[in-house]
C-alpha cells in the first residue's frame, strides 16, 4: 500500500534531490579525473533507517542500486520497495541466511568461509547462485568483521569451490581517518588485493566490483578503483 509522506520524508526527498545532483557530478569528475567512464561506477543508496516512500522516490529519480545493512528493517521495507538492484551490506548472521536469500541480487559483507556456505546452500537448495562480495578489514580492525589482507587469497581460493554462490569482487570498510594519506593508503592496498586476485584467474571468480566509499571519501575511493560507492548520509542527510 502506498503511503503518505510525513513533513520529515518531504523534506528528505528535497535534501535528496539536492544532494544527488551533487553527488553524481563529484562521481562523473572522480571517475574522468582517473580515465574511466562515470557510467561504469554504481553508486549504491545505502538505505539504513530511510523510510521506504523516500527510497522509492530516490529510485523514481534515477538511483538503480540500493544497500540495507539489517536483514530485519529490509525485510521491513521489502513489500513496499518499487525496483531497483538491492544488495546486503551489513554483518549477516549464519541464522538469518534464509530470509534473505533471493531477496537481494548481492551480498557484499561476506565475512566468513561459514556466512558463504551457509549462502552457497540455501541459494543451492532454491536453484538459485547467489553473488557475493568479500568483505576485507583493510585497518585490522578488532570492531570489524572481514578477512585480512594476508588471508584473502586463500580464502578466496576457498570459497570458490562452494556451490550456489559466485564471487563478484571485494567490498571494504576503511577504518576513519582523519588523514588522508592513510585514507589513500587503504583504499591502494584493496586496489592491489583486486587486482591481484583478479590476475589468479580462479574458476568460479569473476572480479568485477571493487566496493568501497562512503560519504566521506567516495571521490578518493574512486581515485583507487572503486567502482561501487556506497552512500548514505551524502543522500539522505544525516540520520535519527
Ligand atoms: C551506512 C553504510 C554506508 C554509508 O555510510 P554514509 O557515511 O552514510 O555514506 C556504506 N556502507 C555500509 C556498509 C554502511 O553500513
Sequence with gaps: MEKLLSSDDIKRCADFDENYKIVTEKIAQAALKSSRKPEDIILLAATKTVPSQVINYAVSKGITHIGENRVQEYLSKYDQLEGATRHFIGHLQKNKVRRIVGKVSMIESVDSVGLAAEIGK??????????????????????????????????????????????????????????????????????????????????????????????????????FGANIVRIGRGLFGERN
Design 122 to 223: 540455501i541459494s543451492a537448495e532454491n536453484g538459485i547462485t547467489t553473488d557475493i562480495l568479500l568483505e576485507v578489514n583493510i585497518g585490522m580492525e578488532e570492531s570489524k568483521s572481514g578477512f585480512s589482507a594476508d588471508e584473502i587469497f586463500e580464502k578466496t581460493e576457498e570459497i570458490s569451490k562452494i556451490n550456489g554462490i559466485n564471487i563478484q569482487g571485494l567490498m571494504c570498510i576503511p577504518p576513519i581517518y582523519s588523514e588522508i594519506a592513510k585514507k589513500c593508503s587503504a583504499f591502494e592496498k584493496m586496489q592491489k588485493l583486486f587486482i591481484d586476485i583478479s590476475g589468479k584467474k580462479i574458476d568460479n571468480v569473476n572480479m568485477r566490483f571493487l566496493s568501497m566509499g562512503m560519504s566521506g571519501d567516495y571521490d578518493l575511493a574512486i581515485g
